[in-house]
């Protein structure tokens, strides 16, 4: 637990926390890619270059713009006028304190679990490469299956918009 | 393979060590952080002057294919041009629309001037020169290049002006479809170096053979790939035939429209160090980054052959953005994704027959003909669907 961990951690929690406090909406997206690279710092911090990259890579570079571009296109980046809590925040409360306490209990349990490793395993590229198409190539397979899927229906959307002008 | 004369080789490592000498006065302990600063300020001196010599060499050489002298005013040639820029935009008004978003317009041009000079940190600017040489270098470098896209936004966005944000829609559109050519045409390379690591790419390029390099460019996929590169590095730094989003004559300035003073400088330092680095790039992937072009030329120093070939490259930016007109949008992502995108996938394929089929003249023939015939091919096929035919002439009367 040392210094640049609790670093990061405090640059993450605070981008979270901006992403749901603020009034703008593009502030709050704005927010949340903050959120996004303290996650990928936190990555690289661990040694685990491909991730944090790839972290960086996908959320900042593809998922933040996404969720841009659908706040732009949408009327969400006007300030609400009823404000931005629900008035069943009690709830809200209450079930994000349930789920809280099971990631909590699942994640200091496997602290028991798993001896404490003293040699940080450095994890390259290669073996990552090695093990996508050698032990994991059905999850891979399926995956591309999913991506085609989702460009399809895109194309299918975006064509449908246009002959229901016509 | 290289001559081993010490002088050669105190030459080629001179910066190395100049950088040792100066780390030598330091206490052990404050060695590597301070070896990280000394690196980091030379990355940001030097690039900015080269930045400052290409503003000069751009407008006389824009002038030049356009039959008029550039500036010649200020210094001799007007070399001095960039001094009496750099002046003028330190010290003009910095004016920030009443409506627009304070802090988000006040962060843009800092966020993609931070996500530009990133880059150059994974770039083996010659031997033993690399600032940090990471295992997954390659995707360090195109994460930091996502990043601008981001700030292009927020520029955009902040200005609340309908022209800023329909430039930057436009950008990150347009960044976005030639980020996927860009990624699939560095993967051939990363499929036949065997890494990531950007070091060890150019290492396995610094082989010859009857004196000629083994460069990337020299092969059929790595020709094709360096093409399709060029393109979506074009594409990717907004330059010329595909700078719509910037467009002069259509969107007044784009995304940077509401920027004056030094923001605007920032935002033009961050588009040319952005071309700096993905000319770095495409030299350190094809072109074989440090490596010299004849075995006899070996001794002079690698980082004079990096820095030379990026020159080149950035000639051929100016020299493009002179002579060819400006694509429409549209035109732009039809191009991207039904021919730039296809020729991509065909070359990952056409660089796996290449790797298979084994040493020879088989294999030449093999994989040039199917590039040559697929992009015959296919220009062939949107040619005539767009029904284009011989150019037409029409003269006034």
Redesign the interface.
């Known amino acids: 637990m040392s210094f640049v961990f609790y670093m990061l951690a405090a640059l993450s929690v605070t981008g979270a926390l901006a992403a749901v406090l603020l009034k703008?909406t593009?502030?709050c997206a704005?927010a949340l890619?903050v959120a996004f690279a303290g996650l990928a710092l936190l990555f690289l911090d661990l040694d685990a270059?491909?991730a944090g990259?790839?972290q960086?890579?996908v959320y900042?570079?593809?998922v933040?713009?996404l969720v841009?571009?659908a706040i732009?296109l949408t009327k969400g980046s006007e300030t609400p006028k009823d404000g931005v809590f629900s008035r069943t925040w009690l709830v809200g409360l209450v079930i994000a304190a349930g789920v809280f306490a099971v990631l909590g209990w699942a994640v200091i349990g496997s602290i028991r679990v798993l001896p404490q490793e003293k040699a940080v395993p450095t994890v390259?590229?290669?073996q990552i490469g090695n093990a996508l198409v050698g032990r994991y190539v059905l999850p891979l397979e399926i995956v591309a299956v999913l991506l085609t899927a989702a460009m399809v229906g895109a194309v299918i959307v975006a064509m449908h918009e246009k002959e229901g002008e016509k | 393979m290289t001559i081993e004369n010490p002088i050669f080789v105190t030459s080629d490592q001179i910066f190395v060590l100049l950088r040792h000498w100066a780390l030598s006065f330091l206490p052990a302990a404050w060695q590597t952080i301070a070896g990280v600063l000394l690196s980091v300020a030379a990355i940001v001196c030097i690039f900015p002057a080269l930045f400052a010599l290409t503003t000069v060499f751009e407008r006389k050489g824009l002038g030049r294919i356009q039959n008029r002298l550039g500036p010649n005013r200020v210094g001799p040639f007007g070399l001095l041009q960039p001094i009496a820029d750099g002046i003028k935009s330190l010290t003009k008004e910095d004016i920030v629309p009443l409506s627009a978003d304070a802090a988000v317009h006040f962060l843009a041009p800092v966020v993609l001037v931070v996500a530009v000079f990133m880059g150059f940190a994974v770039l083996p600017m010659g031997r033993n020169m690399a600032l940090v040489d990471m295992d997954a270098g390659l995707l360090f470098y195109f994460a930091m290049g996502t990043s601008t896209e981001l700030a292009v936004f927020m520029a955009g966005w902040s200005s609340r002006n309908k022209y800023s944000l329909l430039g930057a829609m436009r950008a990150v559109a347009q960044m976005i479809s030639y980020e996927v050519v860009l990624l699939l045409s560095s993967v051939t390379v990363v499929m036949m170096a065997g890494s990531l690591s950007l070091t060890k790419i150019v290492e396995a390029q610094n082989h010859y053979s009857f004196g000629f390099p083994h460069w990337y460019i020299f092969t059929p996929w790595g020709c094709a790939g360096f093409v399709m590169y060029a393109i979506a590095a074009t594409a990717e730094t907004n330059r010329s035939p595909f700078d719509l989003p910037e467009g002069e004559s259509e969107l007044v300035a784009g995304y940077h429209t509401e920027y004056s003073g030094f923001k605007f400088a920032l935002f033009f330092l961050g588009e040319y160090l952005a071309m700096f680095s993905i000319s770095g790039l495409g030299t350190t992937l094809f072109l074989g980054g440090w490596s010299a072009p004849f075995l006899f030329l070996t001794w002079v120093p690698s980082w004079f052959w990096f820095f030379s070939k990026l020159m080149l490259s950035i000639f051929v930016f100016i020299w493009l953005r002179g002579t060819l007109p400006r694509l429409r949008q549209d035109q732009l992502m039809n191009f991207a994704w039904k021919f730039v995108l296809p020729m991509c996938l065909l070359n990952l394929f056409v660089a796996g027959i290449w790797r298979f089929l084994g040493d020879g003249w088989l294999r030449w023939m093999v994989c040039s003909a199917i590039l040559i015939v697929a992009y015959a091919g296919m220009g062939w096929g949107e040619m005539r669907r767009g029904k284009i035919g011989p150019r037409s002439y029409r003269y006034a009367e």
Request: glycine share 4%.
């Open positions: 703008n593009v502030h704005l890619t270059q491909f990259f790839a960086i890579l900042i570079g593809a933040a713009i841009v571009f732009l390259t590229v290669l």
